[in-house]
Protein backbone atom coordinates (compact mmCIF):
# COMPACT_ATOMS: atom_id res chain seq x y z
CA UNK A 1 0.00 0.00 0.00
CA UNK A 2 1.43 3.21 -1.09
CA UNK A 3 2.61 5.83 1.75
CA UNK A 4 0.68 8.97 1.98
CA UNK A 5 2.62 11.89 3.09
CA UNK A 6 0.73 14.47 4.78
CA UNK A 7 3.44 15.98 7.35
CA UNK A 8 6.53 16.25 5.58
CA UNK A 9 9.55 17.33 7.25
CA UNK A 10 13.01 18.51 5.70
CA UNK A 11 16.41 19.75 7.79
CA UNK A 12 18.15 22.27 5.60
CA UNK A 13 20.93 24.58 5.82
CA UNK A 14 22.56 26.17 3.38
CA UNK A 15 22.49 26.93 -0.21
CA UNK A 16 21.97 22.84 -1.09
CA UNK A 17 19.30 22.49 1.80
CA UNK A 18 17.06 25.51 0.62
CA UNK A 19 17.10 23.93 -2.89
CA UNK A 20 15.62 20.72 -2.20
CA UNK A 21 13.23 22.32 0.20
CA UNK A 22 12.49 24.85 -2.67
CA UNK A 23 11.63 21.98 -4.96
CA UNK A 24 9.43 20.19 -2.06
CA UNK A 25 7.88 23.10 -1.56
CA UNK A 26 6.72 23.29 -5.47
CA UNK A 27 4.87 20.51 -5.22
CA UNK A 28 3.85 19.87 -1.63
CA UNK A 29 1.15 22.22 -0.15
CA UNK A 30 2.29 24.84 2.74
CA UNK A 31 0.04 22.10 5.45
CA UNK A 32 2.00 19.36 4.85
CA UNK A 33 5.74 20.46 4.48
CA UNK A 34 7.50 22.12 6.82
CA UNK A 35 11.32 23.50 6.75
CA UNK A 36 13.49 23.05 9.65
CA UNK A 37 16.35 25.13 9.39
CA UNK A 38 19.95 24.87 10.94
CA UNK A 39 20.72 28.66 13.29
CA UNK A 40 24.39 27.40 13.77
CA UNK A 41 25.56 30.06 11.44
CA UNK A 42 23.91 32.94 12.95
CA UNK A 43 25.76 35.97 14.59
CA UNK A 44 25.68 39.22 15.68
CA UNK A 45 26.93 41.86 13.04
CA UNK A 46 27.24 45.81 13.73
CA UNK A 47 24.54 45.14 16.26
CA UNK A 48 21.91 43.12 14.14
CA UNK A 49 21.53 39.26 14.22
CA UNK A 50 22.04 37.69 11.24
CA UNK A 51 20.67 34.42 10.35
CA UNK A 52 21.88 33.41 6.92
CA UNK A 53 20.81 29.67 6.19
CA UNK A 54 17.11 31.09 7.60
CA UNK A 55 16.90 33.76 5.06
CA UNK A 56 18.76 31.87 2.56
CA UNK A 57 15.18 29.37 2.39
CA UNK A 58 12.96 32.22 3.42
CA UNK A 59 14.38 34.38 -0.02
CA UNK A 60 14.79 31.45 -2.06
CA UNK A 61 10.86 29.85 -1.08
CA UNK A 62 9.86 33.69 -1.80
CA UNK A 63 11.89 33.47 -5.39
CA UNK A 64 13.50 36.98 -4.32
CA UNK A 65 16.90 35.02 -3.24
CA UNK A 66 20.22 36.08 -5.88
CA UNK A 67 20.58 33.34 -8.24
CA UNK A 68 24.31 33.65 -8.56
CA UNK A 69 25.12 33.13 -4.75
CA UNK A 70 22.58 31.16 -3.58
CA UNK A 71 21.89 33.46 -0.70
CA UNK A 72 21.17 37.52 -0.19
CA UNK A 73 18.54 39.49 -2.11
CA UNK A 74 18.67 39.31 -5.78
CA UNK A 75 19.33 42.63 -7.24
CA UNK A 76 20.60 43.99 -3.93
CA UNK A 77 22.71 47.14 -3.74
CA UNK A 78 25.39 47.87 -1.35
CA UNK A 79 25.62 51.79 -0.64
CA UNK A 80 25.56 50.85 3.32
CA UNK A 81 28.55 48.62 3.21
CA UNK A 82 30.47 51.58 0.51
CA UNK A 83 28.92 54.21 3.54
CA UNK A 84 30.64 51.79 6.30
CA UNK A 85 34.33 51.50 3.93
CA UNK A 86 34.11 55.51 3.97
CA UNK A 87 34.43 55.32 8.03
CA UNK A 88 37.50 52.85 7.28
CA UNK A 89 35.52 49.96 8.34
CA UNK A 90 36.97 46.37 6.94
CA UNK A 91 33.31 44.97 5.18
CA UNK A 92 34.12 41.31 4.63
CA UNK A 93 30.60 40.24 5.03
CA UNK A 94 28.72 41.55 2.06
CA UNK A 95 25.37 42.69 3.04
CA UNK A 96 22.98 44.16 1.32
CA UNK A 97 21.17 46.78 1.73
CA UNK A 98 17.27 45.23 1.28
CA UNK A 99 18.97 42.56 2.83
CA UNK A 100 19.32 44.51 5.97
CA UNK A 101 15.71 45.44 6.10
CA UNK A 102 15.35 41.64 7.33
CA UNK A 103 17.93 41.76 10.04
CA UNK A 104 16.78 45.12 11.41
CA UNK A 105 13.21 43.97 11.66
CA UNK A 106 14.37 40.78 13.28
CA UNK A 107 16.61 42.21 15.65
CA UNK A 108 14.40 44.89 16.62
CA UNK A 109 11.82 41.76 17.29
CA UNK A 110 14.61 39.57 19.59
CA UNK A 111 15.53 43.16 21.18
CA UNK A 112 11.60 43.25 22.07
CA UNK A 113 11.76 39.53 23.19
CA UNK A 114 10.00 38.21 20.52
CA UNK A 115 11.03 34.84 19.73
CA UNK A 116 13.19 33.80 16.01
CA UNK A 117 10.45 31.43 15.37
CA UNK A 118 7.71 33.81 15.61
CA UNK A 119 9.83 36.71 13.95
CA UNK A 120 10.20 34.49 11.09
CA UNK A 121 6.95 33.34 10.33
CA UNK A 122 5.66 36.76 10.25
CA UNK A 123 9.07 38.32 7.85
CA UNK A 124 8.40 34.72 5.47
CA UNK A 125 4.54 35.99 5.22
CA UNK A 126 5.22 38.91 4.39
CA UNK A 127 7.15 38.01 1.56
CA UNK A 128 4.10 35.24 0.25
CA UNK A 129 6.15 32.16 1.73
CA UNK A 130 3.33 29.68 3.19
CA UNK A 131 5.45 26.87 3.59
CA UNK A 132 6.77 27.04 7.20
CA UNK A 133 10.48 28.22 7.93
CA UNK A 134 11.54 26.94 11.43
CA UNK A 135 14.60 27.97 13.11
CA UNK A 136 16.07 24.50 14.84
CA UNK A 137 15.56 26.19 18.07
CA UNK A 138 15.10 29.76 19.50
CA UNK A 139 17.87 29.55 21.42
CA UNK A 140 21.60 31.00 20.48
CA UNK A 141 23.62 28.10 19.17
CA UNK A 142 27.06 28.73 16.73
CA UNK A 143 28.91 26.41 15.35
CA UNK A 144 32.80 27.30 16.03
CA UNK A 145 35.62 25.71 13.93
CA UNK A 146 38.58 25.03 15.54
CA UNK A 147 41.66 25.84 12.95
CA UNK A 148 44.98 25.10 12.96
CA UNK A 149 46.26 28.24 11.89
CA UNK A 150 43.93 30.98 13.90
CA UNK A 151 42.84 28.71 16.72
CA UNK A 152 38.63 28.50 17.34
CA UNK A 153 37.28 31.16 14.84
CA UNK A 154 33.69 31.85 14.67
CA UNK A 155 31.49 30.02 11.87
CA UNK A 156 31.12 33.00 9.42
CA UNK A 157 34.49 34.13 10.30
CA UNK A 158 35.84 30.55 9.52
CA UNK A 159 33.42 30.39 6.05
CA UNK A 160 33.73 34.05 4.88
CA UNK A 161 36.52 35.92 6.13
CA UNK A 162 38.85 32.74 5.78
CA UNK A 163 36.83 31.27 2.64
CA UNK A 164 37.18 28.32 5.10
CA UNK A 165 40.45 27.85 3.76
CA UNK A 166 42.12 27.47 7.29
CA UNK A 167 42.92 23.66 8.23
CA UNK A 168 39.51 22.29 10.53
CA UNK A 169 41.04 20.72 13.85
CA UNK A 170 37.30 20.31 15.66
CA UNK A 171 34.31 22.42 15.90
CA UNK A 172 31.27 22.49 18.28
CA UNK A 173 28.10 23.39 18.96
CA UNK A 174 28.43 26.75 21.60
CA UNK A 175 25.62 26.88 23.32
CA UNK A 176 23.72 23.53 22.78
CA UNK A 177 24.28 22.01 25.91
CA UNK A 178 21.41 24.21 26.72
CA UNK A 179 19.35 24.63 23.78
CA UNK A 180 15.97 22.73 23.29
CA UNK A 181 13.77 22.72 19.84
CA UNK A 182 10.94 25.40 19.95
CA UNK A 183 7.86 23.72 20.75
CA UNK A 184 7.10 24.40 17.29
CA UNK A 185 9.91 22.18 15.55
CA UNK A 186 9.37 19.44 18.67
CA UNK A 187 5.22 19.23 16.75
CA UNK A 188 6.75 19.20 13.72
CA UNK A 189 8.97 16.01 14.59
CA UNK A 190 6.26 14.41 16.38
CA UNK A 191 3.66 14.54 13.77
CA UNK A 192 6.13 13.68 10.44
CA UNK A 193 5.29 11.47 8.64
CA UNK A 194 8.87 11.28 6.57
CA UNK A 195 12.07 13.06 7.18
CA UNK A 196 14.14 14.44 4.50
CA UNK A 197 17.76 15.30 5.58
CA UNK A 198 18.72 17.95 2.80
CA UNK A 199 21.76 17.96 0.83
CA UNK A 200 23.40 20.01 3.48
CA UNK A 201 26.57 20.01 5.33
CA UNK A 202 26.68 17.27 7.89
CA UNK A 203 28.92 18.39 9.97
CA UNK A 204 27.98 22.79 9.51
CA UNK A 205 24.01 22.05 8.24
CA UNK A 206 23.05 19.35 10.55
CA UNK A 207 25.08 18.36 13.28
CA UNK A 208 24.03 22.19 15.23
CA UNK A 209 20.69 20.67 14.67
CA UNK A 210 21.18 17.20 16.22
CA UNK A 211 22.73 18.82 18.63
CA UNK A 212 19.95 20.62 20.55
CA UNK A 213 17.52 18.48 22.71
CA UNK A 214 15.30 16.47 21.50
CA UNK A 215 16.14 15.90 17.53
CA UNK A 216 18.72 13.11 17.93
CA UNK A 217 15.70 11.53 19.92
CA UNK A 218 12.84 11.99 18.22
CA UNK A 219 14.53 11.00 14.89
CA UNK A 220 16.02 7.80 16.09
CA UNK A 221 12.77 6.49 17.85
CA UNK A 222 10.11 7.30 14.49
CA UNK A 223 9.81 4.37 12.57
CA UNK A 224 8.74 6.59 9.76
CA UNK A 225 11.53 7.42 6.74
CA UNK A 226 13.98 9.36 7.70
CA UNK A 227 16.20 9.59 4.20
CA UNK A 228 19.54 12.19 3.97
CA UNK A 229 20.54 13.44 0.57
CA UNK A 230 24.47 13.11 -0.25
CA UNK A 231 26.20 16.21 -0.40
CA UNK A 232 29.06 14.63 -1.46
CA UNK A 233 29.24 13.47 -5.10
CA UNK A 234 32.22 11.50 -6.86
CA UNK A 235 34.39 12.51 -3.94
CA UNK A 236 33.22 16.62 -3.99
CA UNK A 237 31.05 18.82 -2.72
CA UNK A 238 28.42 19.82 -4.85
CA UNK A 239 29.27 24.00 -2.62
CA UNK A 240 31.15 24.60 0.20
CA UNK A 241 33.69 22.71 2.13
CA UNK A 242 31.82 19.37 2.92
CA UNK A 243 34.72 18.29 1.12
CA UNK A 244 37.26 19.63 2.39
CA UNK A 245 36.31 19.50 5.84
CA UNK A 246 35.48 15.44 6.05
CA UNK A 247 39.04 14.61 4.79
CA UNK A 248 40.62 17.45 7.39
CA UNK A 249 38.32 15.54 10.54
CA UNK A 250 40.04 12.32 8.68
CA UNK A 251 37.06 10.91 7.14
CA UNK A 252 36.81 9.57 3.22
CA UNK A 253 35.06 11.91 1.18
CA UNK A 254 32.29 9.50 -0.23
CA UNK A 255 28.77 9.72 -0.16
CA UNK A 256 29.23 5.75 2.09
CA UNK A 257 31.03 8.00 4.42
CA UNK A 258 27.86 10.41 4.65
CA UNK A 259 25.78 7.52 5.19
CA UNK A 260 27.88 5.94 8.10
CA UNK A 261 28.31 9.78 9.84
CA UNK A 262 24.33 9.99 9.87
CA UNK A 263 24.28 6.27 11.29
CA UNK A 264 21.16 5.16 12.67
CA UNK A 265 19.74 8.63 12.80
CA UNK A 266 18.70 7.50 9.09
CA UNK A 267 16.96 4.33 7.59
CA UNK A 268 17.39 5.76 3.65
CA UNK A 269 20.02 7.28 1.22
CA UNK A 270 19.76 8.95 -1.59
CA UNK A 271 22.74 9.28 -3.58
CA UNK A 272 24.18 10.43 -6.67
CA UNK A 273 24.23 8.16 -10.22
CA UNK A 274 28.03 8.77 -10.15
CA UNK A 275 28.97 7.03 -7.13
CA UNK A 276 26.40 4.26 -8.49
CA UNK A 277 29.55 1.80 -7.56
CA UNK A 278 29.42 2.93 -3.31
CA UNK A 279 27.47 -0.12 -1.53
CA UNK A 280 25.83 1.99 1.02
CA UNK A 281 24.77 -1.01 4.15
CA UNK A 282 21.48 -1.18 6.25
CA UNK A 283 19.84 1.58 4.41
CA UNK A 284 17.20 1.53 1.88
CA UNK A 285 19.12 3.08 -1.09
CA UNK A 286 17.80 5.49 -3.70
CA UNK A 287 20.20 6.32 -6.49
CA UNK A 288 19.71 9.51 -8.80
CA UNK A 289 21.01 12.67 -10.44
CA UNK A 290 20.92 14.61 -7.34
CA UNK A 291 22.56 17.99 -9.16
CA UNK A 292 19.97 20.72 -9.17
CA UNK A 293 20.74 23.44 -11.54
CA UNK A 294 17.36 24.95 -12.13
CA UNK A 295 13.84 24.85 -10.74
CA UNK A 296 13.26 22.05 -12.47
CA UNK A 297 15.78 19.93 -11.57
CA UNK A 298 14.76 20.94 -7.66
CA UNK A 299 11.25 19.61 -8.31
CA UNK A 300 12.35 16.55 -10.01
CA UNK A 301 14.57 15.79 -7.44
CA UNK A 302 11.94 16.24 -4.80
CA UNK A 303 9.23 14.33 -6.73
CA UNK A 304 11.61 11.34 -7.54
CA UNK A 305 12.44 11.43 -3.39
CA UNK A 306 8.19 11.52 -2.55
CA UNK A 307 7.51 8.79 -5.38
CA UNK A 308 10.25 6.35 -3.86
CA UNK A 309 9.54 7.30 -0.04
CA UNK A 310 5.76 6.43 -0.69
CA UNK A 311 7.09 3.58 -2.86
CA UNK A 312 8.74 1.50 -0.45
CA UNK A 313 7.57 0.09 3.13
CA UNK A 314 9.76 1.40 6.24
CA UNK A 315 10.23 -0.42 9.39
N1 LIG B 1 28.79 34.13 1.99
C1 LIG B 1 29.98 34.54 1.48
O1 LIG B 1 30.76 33.69 1.01
N2 LIG B 1 30.35 35.87 1.45
C2 LIG B 1 29.56 36.84 1.96
O2 LIG B 1 29.94 38.02 1.94
C3 LIG B 1 28.28 36.45 2.49
C4 LIG B 1 27.38 37.40 2.98
C5 LIG B 1 26.11 36.96 3.41
C6 LIG B 1 25.16 37.88 3.82
C7 LIG B 1 23.90 37.45 4.25
C8 LIG B 1 23.59 36.08 4.25
O3 LIG B 1 22.36 35.66 4.64
C9 LIG B 1 24.53 35.12 3.83
C10 LIG B 1 25.79 35.57 3.41
N3 LIG B 1 26.74 34.65 2.97
C11 LIG B 1 27.95 35.06 2.48
C12 LIG B 1 26.47 33.18 3.03
C13 LIG B 1 26.66 32.75 4.46
O4 LIG B 1 28.04 32.78 4.78
C14 LIG B 1 26.09 31.35 4.80
O5 LIG B 1 26.46 31.03 6.07
C15 LIG B 1 26.53 30.29 3.80
O6 LIG B 1 25.57 30.32 2.81
C16 LIG B 1 26.59 28.90 4.41
O7 LIG B 1 25.39 28.57 4.99
Known amino acids: MALSLEHVVVLAGGVGGAKLADGLARILPPEKLTVIVNTGDD ?33 DTTATLEALKRYGEDVWFRLGDQDIATHLLRSEALRNGERLTEVMLRLQNRLGVLHPILPMTDAAVETMIDTVEYGELPFQTYFVRYRWQPTMKGLRYAGSENAEASPEVTAALENADAIIIAPSNPWLSLAPMLSVKPFSELLIEKHIPRVAVSPIVAGTAVKGPAAKLMAE ?4 VTARAVAEYYGALINGFVYDLQDSSLIIEDKKTFVTNTIM ?16 ITSEVWD
Open 43 to 75: FWHYGMRICPDLDTVMYTLAGVVDPANGWGVAG
Open 249 to 252: LGYD
Open 293 to 308: QNQIDREHLAQLILRW
